[in-house]
């Protein structure tokens, strides 16, 4: 199996050591250790048990490779994991192998081992990974890291069927059922549908809860809107598109509207607001992964049960769904990298990722098309087939998006990261500017960054 | 009594010339020698911590993002153009001098009502009032966070419950503002009071006495006797209060991310942003550096007026 392969050296100092070991007469434990040692530091995940997936495959293949692997989990909290990265790039020390934010894999990209010939082999098995993964890990046409399943998501909408029905008239069940073809009325599945049926929740008491703060929920589902209406702010070379640009004021104005009916308070929302606001039953419908879902499970299953996930409403220039993906990335300084990518494209295989797709309770999305038909997604409930709609899938009619794309990615994540597509609709909405005053504020912050 | 170094060496070469060992003797037996010696864990505490942590930030912010080539003061010149930073340089002043000031007069306040309780009732009061400042400011903000909290605020359920309208303590930029200043101040109070207290216990007795036969009333008390021999405390907390003030990072960072609209970003929150967060270390650098002027200015006036005060008094 491919992903079994170890360097040639890696071979010799693995016989090397066996050879050592018997002439010393010193005890053999296991051959563990004889092929050098492996230490990555992976995404903690919040599902809990999520990391057991990881950390079964990386024993199981440590053992047939003979090779000894370390494992580090850090979390996301208090940007940890950004922090361990910056200060690896900086030290040019540290662990072999790293999970990234999607950002980090162009920041650090010059650092970064090429892994071609791992997704190669990938793709040749699997067919093509979906563009925005390789957006964000391809830099000057080297795959700089290795999209991975653990931790990478979507953000469907995940809808509360019962209220939608009582009072927006929306069966959404009937309309995207568990199955490989859309419903009835799915083509009306539009952001002028949804913007009505979030006028007629918010008069019932139960407003959408989407945020629009600074944090990634917000930026990815406003990000996931102004592509479906084919408003983009910069174009590849990071140039801002934004004078004229009469499909960004038209999402802007789009933006503003739909504010007036969410909650009031949706401009300090953090990426917990809107689980918070779904679990309590105060709201109709966020845009989240499963996991506002899997609490509601635990916590609130009497609001679990009603919950049912839909792709995001269509616009004029299409149907976009926010991803947002982790990316293993093999430091450049790293001691074993032949090893590393070894194990990395070990855990890139479809048994691999369907495992840590299992494990998550369905949470983490692979990064091949091929891959989204993991039968984990069908059985998990209440209701049964709940989820069955929270991977891509072809009778979707949509496109994986992140927000700024296809802006380079060092300009890309500064606009990001400092949510420039919320802070346009707030400044108009909250702030009481006029949208060409809004977009003025949005073309200077752009060309200030570019700066430098 | 030791030789001193200078007699030493004056009766030294006319009987012997210098051998080495001896040289390095006299050279340790020197004062200056010792005290250096005994200063050197605290230079390369100061050169390790301080010094090249500061140096290298200034290099760093004179790099370009790539962090692959000198690019001079143009970091410092892109920020001074951006509108985003302008308004952080503003807000920092505002949350920075508001909170101080604040803290200084509820420092002052408690200081004195401590003052006149008795001893013995005094320290667990004493120990109370201390607890803001004791517990960890990540922590407590986060207690904090979950009363303002945009949808479950308890505040908001007192509030309703006495049926007053909920306020939007963290989604609407002027109450926004207010909540951070609200949080440091009720994190940084107990630390005036304490100094305050400290120094009003220091103030003679007989210099009241003296004033209450001249017939001061209280208040003349505070203006003539108190306040003028507290002055040099008070400059030197509300120096010291001011650049943890201007460099606070976590209040904001966990109340509210800068937000709503970057209307509530100090230089610590922007400049993590933008720093790290955003992966332009150079201009996350430069943010920083903000601040060291702005503080030198102010440190330079108080200090000065500290050093003319000791002069006076001495």
Request: glycine letters at 8%; charged letters at 15%.
């Amino acid at each position: 199996m491919a992903g079994n392969r170890i360097g040639r050296r890696g071979m010799l100092r693995s016989g090397a050591g066996v050879v050592a070991a018997g002439a010393l007469g010193a005890p053999m434990v296991h051959a563990q250790g004889t092929g050098g040692t492996v230490r990555i530091a992976f995404w903690d995940h919040w599902v809990p048990g999520g990391n057991d997936a990881l950390k079964q495959l990386c024993a199981k293949w440590g053992e047939q490779n003979r090779v000894n692997v370390q494992l580090d989990f850090i979390n996301t909290t208090g940007n940890q994991l950004q922090l361990t990265a910056a200060a690896q790039a900086q030290s040019r020390n540290g662990h072999d192998a790293i999970s990234l934010t999607p950002w980090d894999v162009g920041a650090y990209a010059d650092q970064l081992e090429p892994v071609d010939d791992v997704i190669e082999r990938l793709i040749g098995k699997y067919g093509p990974i979906n563009p925005i993964a390789e957006y964000l890990a391809k830099h000057g046409g080297k795959w700089r890291g290795v999209p991975a399943t653990s931790g990478t998501q979507t953000k469907p909408a995940c809808v509360r069927y019962d209220l939608f029905e009582q009072h927006a008239g929306i069966d959404i069940r009937a309309m995207w059922p568990a199955e490989g073809k859309p419903g009835p009325g799915a083509d009306a599945w539009n952001w002028d549908t949804f913007l009505k049926a979030a006028e007629a929740c918010h008069k019932a008491n139960v407003p959408f809860g989407l945020p629009m703060g600074q944090f990634s929920d917000a930026v990815d589902w406003v990000g996931a809107l102004f592509l479906s209406y084919g408003a983009q702010i910069t174009d590849e070379k990071g140039n801002p598109t934004i004078k004229g640009n009469d499909k960004l004021k038209q999402v802007l104005d789009y933006a503003v509207r739909l504010s007036k009916f969410l909650p009031n308070d949706v401009w300090a929302w953090d990426d917990a607001s809107n689980n918070r606001a779904l679990i309590s039953g105060r709201s109709a419908l966020v845009f989240n992964p499963p996991s506002a879902w899997a609490v509601a499970k635990r916590d609130a299953p009497q609001v679990a049960e009603k919950c049912w996930t839909v792709p995001m409403p269509a616009g004029p220039a299409g149907r976009f769904l926010a991803y947002l993906p982790f990316t293993t990335g093999v430091w450049a300084f790293g001691k074993n990298k032949a090893a590393t990518k070894a194990l990395l494209e070990f855990l890139g295989q479809r048994e691999s990722a369907e495992f840590t797709t299992n494990t998550s309770g369905g949470y983490d999305i692979p990064p091949f098309a091929s891959m989204a038909d993991f039968p984990v997604w069908t059985t998990q409930g209440p209701p049964p087939g709940t989820i069955y709609n929270y991977p891509l899938k072809p009778h979707h009619q949509a496109k994986y998006s992140i927000a700024y794309s296809p802006a380079p990615a060092e300009l890309a994540s500064q606009m990001y990261v400092q949510a420039l597509n919320t802070k346009v609709i707030a400044r108009v909405a909250q702030g009481g500017e006029s949208a060409d005053q809004a977009m003025g504020w949005l073309e200077r912050e752009i060309n200030n960054m570019r700066r430098g | 009594m030791a030789l001193d170094a200078t007699t030493v060496t004056a009766a030294g070469p006319a009987a012997a010339p210098p051998r080495t060992g001896v040289t390095l003797h006299r050279i340790a037996r020197r004062r200056s020698t010792i005290a250096f010696l005994m200063a050197l864990p605290l230079i390369a505490v100061i050169a390790g911590l301080v010094a090249w942590p500061a140096g290298y930030a200034i290099y760093l912010s004179t790099l370009n993002r790539r962090m692959t080539s000198f690019i001079g003061l143009d970091n410092f010149q892109i920020l001074l153009e951006s509108e985003t930073f302008r308004m952080v340089i503003w807000q920092s002043c505002i949350f920075a001098i508001s909170a101080v000031v604040l803290k200084a007069l509820l420092g002052f306040w408690l200081a004195h009502m401590l003052h006149h309780i008795p001893t013995k009732g005094q320290r667990i009061w004493r120990g109370l009032l201390l607890l803001p400042w004791v517990v960890p400011p990540a922590l407590s903000t986060l207690g904090w966070w979950w009363m303002f909290d945009p949808s479950y605020s308890s505040l908001n359920w007192l509030l309703n419950a006495v049926g007053a309208p909920s306020v939007p303590w963290l989604g609407e930029p002027g109450w926004a503002r207010a909540s951070v200043i609200i949080v440091n101040v009720w994190a940084g109070t107990p630390f005036f009071m304490i100094m305050y207290l400290a120094a009003l216990k220091s103030v003679p007795d007989q210099l009241y006495e003296a004033a209450a036969i001249d017939g001061a009333t209280g208040w003349q008390g505070l203006r003539y006797v108190t306040l003028p021999m507290m002055r040099n405390i008070i400059s030197i907390t509300v120096l010291f209060s001011l650049i943890v003030t201007f460099a606070n990072y976590d209040i904001v960072r966990v109340l509210t991310n800068g937000g709503p609209r970057d209307l509530t970003h100090v230089f610590a929150s922007y400049a993590f942003q933008v720093g790290v967060l955003s992966g332009n270390i150079p201009r996350g650098a430069a943010v920083s550096l903000f601040m060291f002027p702005l503080l030198a200015v102010v440190a330079f006036f108080i200090l000065r007026g500290v050093n003319q005060r000791n002069r006076e008094m001495a």
